[in-house]
């Protein structure tokens, strides 16, 4: 079975988010981190695959930690790229406008709650915007690493980066001046098709 993980194209130039984002963290940050976790899932179904075979599963934890690791990554960074946009910023419309409005108080209080949510992560996270399918409601998560923190079976539907490796060459150590370029890249386009994409989920 081949991997199936890939690295997914950028949809824009590296320095297409300029100067909100610089060309050379676009680059290192998809080609070098985004491509080491998409290694790392591979590696871990492929660790998880023989271990089945050999049934030998002396390393399992690590395997399944792995994997968890990785493919979050994978995922998050994924909706990272595309949450993003050259043509970004202002607010959301239509459907997603209207589950902001009634869910998270308006567009300004959620910018805030994730705004705080993104700076107030200890160590390495994200601020992600998320479908909670069992309440069927918008949630702001504070996601640590890239797998902690998390309420199952939430959709992630807008994806914040803060790991060091995010903003650090442009931004230093001022963090929420990296959240606050963010907004100006927020593809509301993409999120809320991807709001439209997973509302009506059914988990639980
Ligand atoms: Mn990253």
């Given at each position: 079975?081949?991997?199936?993980?890939?690295?997914?194209?950028?949809?824009?130039?590296?320095?297409?988010?300029?100067?909100?984002?610089?060309?050379?963290i676009v680059e290192l940050h998809h080609?070098?981190?985004?491509?080491?976790y998409?290694?790392?899932?591979?590696?871990?179904i492929d660790g998880l695959a023989a271990a089945r075979e050999k049934n030998d599963f002396a390393t399992i934890n690590q395997l399944e930690?792995?994997?968890?690791?990785?493919?979050?990554g994978h995922v998050l960074h994924s909706l990272l790229w595309k949450n993003m946009s050259p043509d970004g910023g202002g607010e959301p419309e239509g459907?997603?406008?209207?589950?902001?409005?009634?869910q998270l108080g308006g567009f300004e209080a959620f910018k805030n709650q994730l705004t705080q949510a993104s700076n107030g992560i200890q160590g390495s996270g994200w601020g992600v915007l998320a479908w909670d399918p069992t309440g069927g409601r918008l949630i702001v998560e504070q996601v640590?690493?890239?797998?902690?923190?998390?309420g199952q079976a939430a959709v992630p539907l807008l994806a914040l980066d803060m790991w060091e490796h995010a903003f650090y060459l442009q931004y230093k150590n001022v963090k929420a001046d990296w959240v606050?370029?963010?907004?100006?890249?927020?593809n509301w386009a993409d999120v809320g098709e991807r709001f439209g994409r997973v509302s009506s989920l059914s988990v639980v």
């Open positions: 079975m081949p991997n199936q993980y890939t690295l997914p194209d950028l949809p824009y130039d590296y320095a297409a988010l300029e100067p909100h984002l610089s060309a050379q080609d070098k981190h985004h491509a080491a998409v290694t790392g899932a591979n590696g871990a930690k792995n994997l968890a690791f990785h493919l979050s459907e997603l406008k209207a589950a902001i409005d009634d640590y690493d890239h797998q902690s923190n998390l606050t370029a963010f907004w100006n890249l927020a």
